[in-house]
């Protein structure tokens, strides 16, 4: 079987996260290929890990790739904030949750659901193919004004009222359907300089879309929510995100979490008698060198960011 994906902040990932004692439990909410998983359960023979990841066809992959741990991994299919909000009352706590917000390659190259802009093939870009509209659903209903936003909030397309102009004149003559037709609408509609930048002038569209396609922001507070919830006091949560937008959720999360006092900024006293839930571990957040990025450009735009919970918030009275 051969397995593409490179994880991402490997090193840095292994040293913030490692078990500080034997018997240790890690959720990896965001499975994949399981690359991150894999060098833990190789590195920490005393870890057992539970991976989470809603798209079916990347997990049984994973399993493939991690059946030589045997009931050292168990596996749960489906989305990561349900997971958490699910999690059995009588499991151990996690001591570690990892949660790698990236795309696999494995969805680039092997998937055919159009994630690429390199490719031709169906414009669906959903992770859980039984649920949600496709990206090919969402460029037919949107209104010009509405796309427009998509692209600029989602990624920060700059010209992102030229491209959903583009893409809704398009739809006059006929449904944008592939991945290849989206990327020419999108490259005749942008200047000729931005063709000749440094990345293809369909990146930040296609990443728009398909963060749009999985509810990617809305689900992540529920996901950092969750995931603090059920961890172990102690325990260290840890977020590896790929754009500013998600990298803004987590690092407002961290820091709301690391107040002590959690009253109104209008308020004159601290009455909550309040106490951080955690302590931020990675001020700047942790960004791959230059060396990891010539070896495996992908990594270029990650940052991952580490808390360890001091207690459960409920305590914090």
Request: aromatic share 8%.
């Amino acid at each position: 079987m051969d397995f593409t994906h490179t994880p991402v902040l490997l090193r840095e990932t292994l040293e913030y996260l490692a078990p500080r004692s034997a018997g240790e439990l890690m959720v990896d909410a965001t499975l994949g290929e399981g690359g991150h998983s894999y060098a833990f359960l190789s590195r920490f023979p005393g870890l057992t890990v539970i991976g989470v990841d809603a798209d079916r066809a990347i997990q049984d992959r994973a399993k493939e790739r991690l059946k030589e741990f045997g009931d050292r991994v168990r596996f749960y299919t489906g989305w990561a904030q349900s997971f958490f909000a699910e999690y059995p009352a009588g499991l151990k706590r996690p001591d570690t949750v990892l949660a790698d917000l990236g795309i696999s390659l494995f969805h680039y190259e092997r998937s055919g659901r159009g994630f690429s802009f390199r490719k031709d093939e169906a414009l669906d870009m959903r992770l859980d193919t039984s649920e949600g509209l496709s990206a090919a659903d969402l460029l037919a209903r949107l209104p010009e004004k509405e796309l427009a936003d998509l692209l600029f909030n989602n990624a920060g397309e700059r010209y992102s009222r030229r491209i959903a102009r583009a893409v809704v004149d398009q739809r006059r003559h006929g449904a944008l359907k592939s991945s290849a037709a989206l990327a020419g609408v999108i490259e005749r509609a942008v200047p000729a300089s931005y063709r000749r930048g440094p990345i293809h002038p369909a990146t930040r569209s296609f990443q728009a879309l398909r963060i749009a396609v999985n509810g990617d922001l809305s689900r992540l507070p529920d996901l950092l929510e969750g995931a603090l919830r059920i961890l172990e006091p102690g325990g260290r949560l840890g977020v590896i995100s790929f754009h500013s937008a998600e990298d803004r959720v987590v690092k407002n999360f961290f820091r709301e979490k690391n107040r002590n006092c959690t009253c109104p900024p209008e308020a004159p006293i601290c009455k909550c008698e309040g106490r951080r839930a955690v302590n931020i571990l990675t001020r700047k957040g942790i960004v791959p060198g230059d060396a990891e990025i010539r070896e495996n450009p992908p990594s270029r735009s990650a940052r991952l960011r580490v808390a360890e919970k001091v207690l459960d918030e409920d305590e914090q009275r």
